[in-house]
C-alpha cells in the first residue's frame, strides 16, 4: 500500500467518525443541555405555560375553575382529554432531583381526585427512588432529557435559535480540531508505515546499514474548549449572594432581590446608565448567571417605567 494512501485513509476514517459522533450525538446533547438551562431561567408562570402548552398537543387540556388566574406560584394542573382526568405536576427548577416524596404526593392527588393518572415535569432529574415510585401509579416522568424534546418546539424562537445557533457552533469548533487529530494520526501512520518499511528492507540489504527512517513531525492536537459545567445548588446559591453583597456596596442601587434563579430585581435611586456596567461586571463573573435577566425597577416617585435588559444571551 502507498504510504501516502495510508494516512489519507486514516485521516478521512477518523476525522469522519469523529465529524458523525460530534454532530449526530453531542450536538443534540449540547443544545438540550442549553435548552434546559435557559428553561431554568423562566419564571414558574412562563414555564407552567409551556408544559401546559405541550400538554395540549397530547390533547390534555387544562380545565377546572378560572385556570391560570391565580397569581400565586401553582404547581399542580387538573387536565382533562374526553372522559379522563390527569393531574399535572410542575418543579421548576433544574436543580430539582425529586426522590419519592413528589411523586408519592402526586399518586395520592390522584387518588383522591379519581384521576385517570398524572405527569411529573421537571427540568431537573427523578432519582431512582422517585422511579420506583412511580411504578404501579400510572405516572409519567419527564424529567431533563424527556422534558425538552416535548417543550422544545414551543420555545420562543429567538431563544430557540440561540440555544441551536450555540449548540451548533461548539460542534463546529470541535470538529475542526478532531480533524486535525486526524491528520495528526494519519502522519503517525505514515511514519509508522514507513519505519516498517526501512526495517524490512534492512534485513534483504547488502552489508551497507540502510539509513534510518525519517519521523514526521505533526502537529499538536488543541486542546477542546472546556463544557459548560452546571453549578451545584449550594454553588448556586454561593454566586447569587456574592451578587447581592457586591450589588448592596454599589452607588446608585438601594436593593437587590433573586425573584428565581435567573431572574434579579433592582430597585435604583440613580440613572440607569450609571448603574448598569456594574450590575453586568458582577453577574459576568459567574458563567451560570450571565445570562441573568434583570428587572430595573425607577426610583421612588419617578414616571419611569419597569426596564428589563440582559447582560448576555445564551
Given at each position: 500500500?502507498?504510504?501516502?494512501?495510508?494516512?489519507?485513509?486514516?485521516?478521512?476514517?477518523?476525522?469522519?467518525?469523529?465529524?458523525?459522533?460530534?454532530?449526530?450525538?453531542?450536538?443534540?446533547?449540547?443544545?438540550?443541555?442549553?435548552?434546559?438551562?435557559?428553561?431554568?431561567?423562566?419564571?414558574?408562570?412562563?414555564?407552567?405555560?409551556?408544559?401546559?402548552a405541550a400538554m395540549a398537543g397530547r390533547g390534555l387540556v387544562e380545565t377546572g375553575p378560572d385556570p391560570q388566574e391565580s397569581r400565586e406560584p401553582q404547581t399542580t394542573f387538573?387536565?382533562?382529554?374526553?372522559?379522563e382526568k390527569w393531574l399535572l405536576s410542575c418543579k421548576?427548577?433544574?436543580?430539582?432531583?425529586?426522590?419519592?416524596a413528589?411523586?408519592?404526593?402526586?399518586?395520592?392527588?390522584?387518588r383522591l381526585g379519581a384521576a385517570s393518572g398524572g405527569i411529573l415535569a421537571t427540568e431537573g432529574k427523578v432519582e431512582k427512588e422517585g422511579r420506583e415510585a412511580a411504578q404501579g401509579n400510572n405516572i409519567e416522568l419527564l424529567d431533563g432529557p424527556r422534558l425538552w424534546p416535548e417543550v422544545r418546539h414551543l420555545v420562543e424562537p429567538s431563544l430557540r435559535e440561540q440555544i441551536v445557533t450555540y449548540a451548533s457552533a461548539r460542534a463546529k469548533r470541535h470538529v475542526g480540531i478532531s480533524w486535525l487529530g486526524a491528520v495528526t494520526l494519519g502522519a503517525l501512520a505514515m511514519a509508522g508505515w514507513a519505519g516498517r518499511?526501512?526495517?524490512?528492507t534492512s534485513v534483504d540489504a547488502r552489508p551497507a546499514?540502510?539509513?534510518?527512517?525519517?519521523?514526521?513531525?505533526?502537529?499538536?492536537?488543541?486542546?477542546?474548549?472546556?463544557?459548560?459545567?452546571?453549578?451545584?445548588?449550594?454553588?448556586?446559591?454561593?454566586?447569587?449572594?456574592?451578587v447581592l453583597q457586591a450589588l448592596s456596596k454599589t452607588p446608585g442601587?438601594?436593593?437587590?432581590?433573586?425573584?428565581?434563579?435567573?431572574?434579579?430585581?433592582i430597585d435604583?435611586?440613580?440613572?440607569?446608565?450609571?448603574?448598569?456596567?456594574?450590575?453586568?461586571?458582577?453577574?459576568?463573573?459567574?458563567?451560570?448567571?450571565?445570562?441573568?435577566?434583570?428587572?430595573?425597577?425607577?426610583?421612588?416617585g419617578s414616571s419611569e417605567p419597569v426596564r428589563w435588559r440582559q447582560c448576555k444571551t445564551m
Open positions: 500500500m502507498s504510504i501516502w494512501l495510508l494516512g489519507l485513509a486514516v485521516t478521512l476514517v477518523t476525522g469522519a467518525a469523529a465529524t458523525a459522533y460530534l454532530w449526530l450525538v453531542r450536538r443534540p446533547s449540547d443544545e438540550m443541555s442549553y435548552g434546559l438551562h435557559a428553561l431554568s431561567g423562566l419564571r414558574w408562570r412562563e414555564f407552567s405555560k409551556l408544559v401546559l387538573l387536565l382533562a382529554r374526553g372522559q421548576h427548577g433544574s436543580a430539582y432531583r425529586i426522590a419519592a413528589p411523586v408519592q404526593e402526586l399518586a395520592a392527588s390522584i518499511q526501512a526495517a524490512d546499514a540502510p539509513a534510518p527512517a525519517r519521523t514526521i513531525s505533526a502537529p499538536a492536537t488543541p486542546a477542546p474548549q472546556e463544557a459548560f459545567r452546571e453549578p451545584t445548588q449550594e454553588e448556586l446559591e454561593a454566586q447569587m449572594r456574592s442601587i438601594t436593593r437587590g432581590v433573586w425573584q428565581t434563579k435567573l431572574t434579579l430585581s435604583r435611586a440613580g440613572s440607569e446608565n450609571d448603574i448598569w456596567p456594574s450590575i453586568c461586571l458582577e453577574l459576568e463573573r459567574y458563567p451560570a448567571l450571565r445570562a441573568t435577566r434583570v428587572q430595573l425597577n425607577p426610583p421612588p
